[in-house]
């Protein structure tokens, strides 16, 4: 089996562009991946296109192989938009791989430890606990999620006193607490606005009265010190980890004791291959998978194969697309999980290239915050 084209489609996800690519062989097995959108969105196409001129004419199956061929292609560490192109060229192999075995891919990496994927979703617009209260009861209701992902900021953070909206976050909690069903559980998503770890470690101080499931990405990435620092200081599970690139810097974060659970994105990190990698390293410093997965059907379904494979995986980020067209039959939750479709190979879901045909493309940038002294902030 050889590969012989690499095509990508321009779609998108309710509102956020997604790159769709389809490698093809010379037997009539393809296999799809879904890109992961950092921006500039239409620079991977061609980026993917020159990959692919490293991978033609290559068995597909030899995913390993052709992974670390195009890591080893990069004369310097491939960042961002390089490794979003290699992870979805990753996915795609491994699609083949599964498709040309018979076998779902979970089987091909040695076999499911779980019969399902618990999955919990970001509920970011509700204005107060009432709401909150209404949105996560619905999703309970519809799929049977028991875990949801809330922001602590009840106003602009960077209005008014520190103090003052952290006073309004513990309250706040406690009011989500006394309205929902106690067995629903809760994170945080600070999304890396702090700046300063003090100020990240009082945020956490005020959600711990009320067992938040853990607290997600306070500060940047980049200086591992502050994570040591803030992890050493708070009571409640700490989370990172949807920035970072590689092993390497798992392995940084981990070795300094920086959190409690990580958060690779398997469209961010390399793929399928390198995912695994950091999960061994997790494993061995006693931490936990929440992979991260704000992607649409196609990745989600990748993230589903990784996650029950994985013994020390916690649970799966996955919000439920309104508008999608381009898949058939996604994952959908159901009592809160994801179940695996053993009698499906590749992925398990069909993409309806049809509806490809069209370009569907959706324009979206992250707006950057002004501060009321008109310097600018992380959104």
């Known amino acids: 089996m050889r590969i012989t084209a690499l095509k990508t489609y321009m779609q998108r996800v309710d509102e956020r562009p997604r790159l769709l690519v389809k490698i093809e062989t010379n037997e009539g097995i393809s296999g799809w991946g879904e890109a992961y959108n950092h921006g500039p969105d239409r620079a991977l196409a061609p980026l993917l296109d020159y990959l692919f001129t490293q991978i033609v004419g290559e068995d597909p199956r030899r995913v390993e192989f052709l992974v670390h061929k195009l890591n080893q292609q990069c004369r310097f560490p491939p960042g961002a938009l390089g490794l979003a192109a290699i992870s979805v ?3 795609a192999l491994w699609d083949i791989a599964g498709k040309a075995a018979g076998l779902p891919v979970y089987m091909l990496l040695g076999g499911n430890v779980r ?20 949105q996560t009861q619905e999703l309970n209701e519809r799929y049977g999620y028991t875990a949801f992902k809330l922001s602590p900021y009840r106003r602009d953070l960077h209005e008014g006193r520190w103090g003052e909206l952290v006073r309004e976050t513990g309250q706040y909690f406690g009011r989500v607490r006394e309205l929902c069903p106690s067995r629903f559980e809760f994170a945080f998503d600070a999304h890396a606005k702090i700046f300063e770890p003090i100020q990240a470690i009082q945020l956490a101080q005020a959600l711990a009265p009320n067992d938040p499931l853990f607290y997600e990405e306070p500060i940047r990435p980049e200086h591992i010190p502050a994570w040591r620092e803030i992890r050493s200081k708070v009571s409640v599970p700490l989370a990172t980890g949807e920035s970072l690139y590689s092993r390497f810097e798992f392995l940084s974060l981990l070795s300094a004791g920086g959190a409690d659970i990580v958060q690779p994105d398997i469209c961010v990190v390399g793929g399928v291959c390198e995912m695994r990698r950091i999960a061994t390293i997790a494993e061995a410093h006693y931490a936990t998978l929440a992979p991260h997965n704000p992607m649409g059907p196609l990745a989600t379904a990748v993230n589903v194969h990784f996650c029950a494979t994985q013994t020390n995986f916690k649970i799966l980020e996955f919000k439920p697309a309104v508008h999608a067209p381009w898949a058939i039959d996604p994952y959908v939750p159901v009592d809160g999980h994801m ?15 049809a509806v490809l045909e069209r370009e569907d493309y959706v324009h979206w940038e992250r707006k950057v915050t002004r501060k009321q002294d008109g310097s600018t902030a992380y959104p």
Do not use: K, N, S
Request: with cysteine; charged share 35%.
């Open 115 to 134: 019969d399902r994927v618990r999955v919990y979703c970001g509920v970011y617009t509700a204005p107060d606990p009432e709401a909150a209260l209404a």
């Open 89 to 91: 060229i990753d996915h």
């Open 339 to 353: 179940e695996l479709r053993p009698d499906r190979p590749g992925w398990g879901i069909e993409i309806d290239e």
